[in-house]
C-alpha cells in the first residue's frame, strides 16, 4: 500500500494549511484513514481519524481547529488545519487501517513560525 501525502509547508501562527494523503493505489479499501504527528524529541501521537461511515475522531489539542474528510471511493483523506499555533509544528504521517493493520505515508513538515 503506498501513501502519498501533500500538503504542509510554511505557515504563520494563526495561518491554514491543507493536507491530503491519497492511497488509490491500494488493491483494497481501507476500514478508516486518520493522521497523526511527531515533533522533534516526541513520540508519534494521534492527531485525528475518520472511518467509511463517517465516523471521526480528534485529540483535544486540534478539536476545533482541524478537520478531517474521506473520500471514500478515491482512498484520499484530507486534513484542514486552522488557527495553527507553533505547537502544532511536527512531522505529519497519513495512515490508512485495513483490519488489524496500519499503514503509512512518507511525512510531510509543518512548521508554524510565531
Known amino acids: 500500500v503506498k501513501l502519498v501525502e501533500s500538503g504542509g509547508g510554511l505557515v504563520q501562527a494563526g495561518g491554514s494549511l491543507r493536507h491530503s494523503c491519497d492511497g488509490s493505489?491500494?488493491?483494497?479499501?481501507?476500514?478508516?484513514m486518520g493522521w497523526y504527528r511527531q515533533a522533534p524529541g516526541n513520540q508519534r501521537e494521534f492527531v485525528a481519524s475518520?472511518?467509511?461511515?463517517?465516523?471521526?475522531r480528534y485529540a483535544d489539542s486540534v478539536k476545533g481547529r482541524f478537520t478531517i474528510s474521506m473520500d471514500n471511493a478515491k482512498r484520499t483523506v484530507y486534513l484542514q488545519m486552522n488557527n495553527l499555533t507553533p505547537e502544532d509544528t511536527a512531522v505529519y504521517y497519513c495512515?490508512?487501517?485495513?483490519?488489524?493493520?496500519?499503514?503509512w505515508g512518507q511525512g510531510t513538515q509543518v512548521t508554524v513560525s510565531s
Open positions: 495512515a490508512a487501517f485495513h483490519g488489524l493493520s496500519t499503514y
Open positions: 493505489g491500494s488493491i483494497f479499501s481501507f476500514d478508516g
Open positions: 475518520i472511518n467509511t461511515d463517517g465516523i471521526v
